[in-house]
């Protein structure tokens, strides 16, 4: 095992994670190849005493915390609009890249971040598609991919919350420059899902977006650089619903908002096989629900995934899992993958992460233009 300097980018709720995540490595897995550790992290000026509490060595400048030598490894936990400018800036540097989702704001960024990476090999490319590290779904995985109830006839993905409603002020997640709307935000959690399990994409969609809130408060730049609170115009998606087509013939349905009182942080799936089905519920994280027709007495059954077998088992089981967990495990494979190591669940590369894009982009060309978009058609 050797020991890996890290840089920290951001200091919202994903940086402030990974404070956690890095420590935990070696201890939940002792055969890490490598034990990362924060060397620096990028913090605004209102968060450095924050960041210095919990022991993080604090740069004020993002791009010199990019490029200067205290680290080899930088992750991303900044607005989606800065992954762009700060992956390519990292990649320059020769320094592998772990990267928030979604990749980009935009095809074109996310295309470019993906040659980056390709042109250099022998550096980590991933993005936190984080619940790719939860067992219930790599349990999944392995179900549809062994093709153990056939072919996959129709599927059913969600991502809903419930803090986007009139009341909620204008911030970086509803500005279209900046954010990308709940179906790049959200979404692209249950895009990838559909991606991991099935090994499919969509290869054609319809769809239709809507703004639900058009104006929220916020902050107002006047002419001479003074600020005020007033209403600020919101661009983005409030909520997304579109169906497709996959390309084994199957179809599916996909949803996603912030305006689901109640729900919270619920993301799913339903998959119905040719002769069987699957269901997994952020809100049950831990089982994943099997329906099997051969079995003797026909009915759901909960599998608890989090022991002996599965994927990623810290505990004894019965001792679930979580949110902390998973971030752990996500950064374990990302120690495995620079050292060569085979996953134990694959990682979402920046490749992968461009066919997101890819599906995000045909959604809202449909979106826009009325009419079903076949993948094909966006490059």
């Not at 809507?210 to 006047?222: L, P």
């Amino acid at each position: 095992m050797r020991d890996m300097p890290v840089t920290v980018l951001g200091f919202g709720m994903m940086g402030r994670a990974r404070n956690v995540s890095y420590a935990d490595v070696t201890k939940y897995y002792g055969d890490s190849p490598i034990n990362p550790y924060i060397a620096q992290g990028f913090v605004l000026p209102h968060e450095a005493d924050a960041a210095r509490k919990l022991g993080w060595d604090v740069n004020l400048d993002l791009m010199d915390a990019v490029r200067n030598d205290k680290s080899e490894y930088v992750d991303i936990c900044l607005p989606n609009a800065l992954h762009h400018s700060v992956a390519l800036a990292a990649i320059e540097a020769k320094k592998h890249v772990f990267c928030e989702k979604p990749l980009a704001i935009s095809l074109d960024e996310a295309r470019e971040m993906k040659e980056a990476a390709e042109a250099c090999p022998g550096l980590l490319n991933s993005v936190n598609f984080i619940y790719r590290r939860c067992p219930a779904n790599v349990y999944a995985r392995q179900i549809a991919q062994e093709k153990q109830f056939g072919e996959l006839l129709e599927a059913r993905s969600y991502y809903n919350q419930s803090w986007g409603g009139p009341g909620t002020g204008f911030g970086w997640r509803f500005d279209v420059k900046a954010g990308g709307g709940t179906l790049g935000d959200l979404g692209s959690h249950a895009i990838d899902m559909l991606h991991f399990i099935t090994g499919m994409l969509p290869s054609e969609v319809s769809a239709t977006q809507v703004t639900h809130v058009k104006e929220r408060m916020g902050t107002i730049t006047k002419d001479d650089g003074s600020t005020e609170r007033g209403p600020v115009r919101s661009y983005v998606d409030d909520g997304t619903r579109f169906v497709y087509n996959l390309p084994n013939g199957g179809i599916g349905s996909f949803e996603c908002t912030r305006n689901a009182w109640g729900t919270n942080n619920t993301q799913g799936y339903e998959f119905y096989f040719e002769n069987g089905a699957i269901r997994w519920s952020y809100d049950d994280v831990n089982y994943l629900e099997v329906y099997d027709p051969s079995a003797r007495q026909r009915g759901w059954t909960r599998v608890l995934c989090n022991q002996g077998g599965f994927a990623y088992c810290h505990f004894a089981g019965g001792h679930m899992d979580g949110y902390r967990d998973f971030t752990v495990s996500a950064c374990y494979e990302n120690m495995r993958a620079i050292e060569g190591m085979k996953p134990i669940a694959p990682i979402a590369t920046f490749a992968d992460a461009y066919e997101v894009e890819r599906v995000i982009e045909a959604v809202r060309r449909s979106n826009r233009e009325r009419r079903w978009v076949k993948l094909d058609e966006v490059k």
